[in-house]
């Protein structure tokens, strides 16, 4: 299955800034995904990053607040802005392996304060 | 809207016991079925999957799920815990026409007590 590299793995940020989380795959993927754990809660899709087009958000997530690049099939960001506490959570990035499933990356946990 | 159910929030076992985790999907259609392990600090990896054929699926670690269709759905199992399961479960479904509509449970923390 693919390897994915996440980072940071953590960080602390003020309020009213922004992140940019990094994601590179060692394998080119059509489709990368971005969810959000919030504590003690369970994964949420925010949106599907397709290189090459504009990536496509789930409900109560739009791309003023994660807009999402993918240069090529290995890369993908997502960028949290102007965030504040209520952004504290743990964002993974996934991609769908070849013999099924999903791997997922180590993950960023971001702390709003 | 398709939606996965966990029947526990948490789940303590001491170590040899059984476990049975819960897990219902409300889709008619056809479906694939995972369950995920987070353990303490780390992140999420795949313990099984069904995608067709047997419903009986065994992963790694000795765990095994049994897709009952008509009950819509696939409960995690192991005869023997060890206090090394001690994690957060995930079932995740991904209905056809598959790809990124993939919806995860609520999770389960199992704590296995030595």
């Known amino acids: 299955s693919a390897v994915i590299s996440q980072k940071p793995s953590r960080d602390i940020c003020q309020r009213g800034t922004s992140l940019t989380i990094q994601c590179q795959v060692d394998?080119?993927?059509?489709?990368m995904f971005w969810y959000r754990q919030q504590p003690g809660q369970s994964l949420t899709l925010i949106a599907t990053a397709n290189q090459g087009s504009e990536a496509t958000y789930e409900s109560g997530f739009v791309i003023d607040k994660f807009p999402i690049s993918r240069p090529n099939l290995t890369f993908s960001t997502l960028t949290v802005s102007n965030m504040s506490p209520e952004d504290s959570s743990i964002y993974l990035c996934?991609?769908?392996?070849?013999?099924?499933?999903?791997?997922f990356g180590s993950g960023t946990r971001l702390t709003v304060v | 809207a398709q939606s996965v159910s966990q029947h526990n929030h948490h789940v303590i076992l001491s170590e040899a016991a059984s476990l049975e985790l819960g897990c219902n999907y409300s889709?008619?259609?056809?479906?694939?079925l995972f369950w995920y392990v987070q353990y303490p600090g780390q992140h999420l990896q795949l313990l099984l999957k069904?995608?067709?054929?047997?419903?009986l699926v065994k992963g790694i670690k000795g765990f095994e799920a049994e897709f009952i269709k008509s009950k819509f759905s696939f409960n995690l199992r192991k005869p023997s815990v060890q206090w090394s399961d001690t994690a957060e479960y995930f079932c995740a479904v991904n209905p056809y026409p598959y790809g990124q509509n993939f919806v995860f449970g609520p999770g389960t923390r199992l704590s296995v007590l030595p």
């Open positions: 889709y008619g259609g056809t479906v694939n």
């Open positions: 069904y995608f067709s054929g047997d419903p």
């Open positions: 996934s991609v769908e392996g070849q013999a099924g499933g999903y791997t």
């Open positions: 394998s080119q993927v059509t489709m």
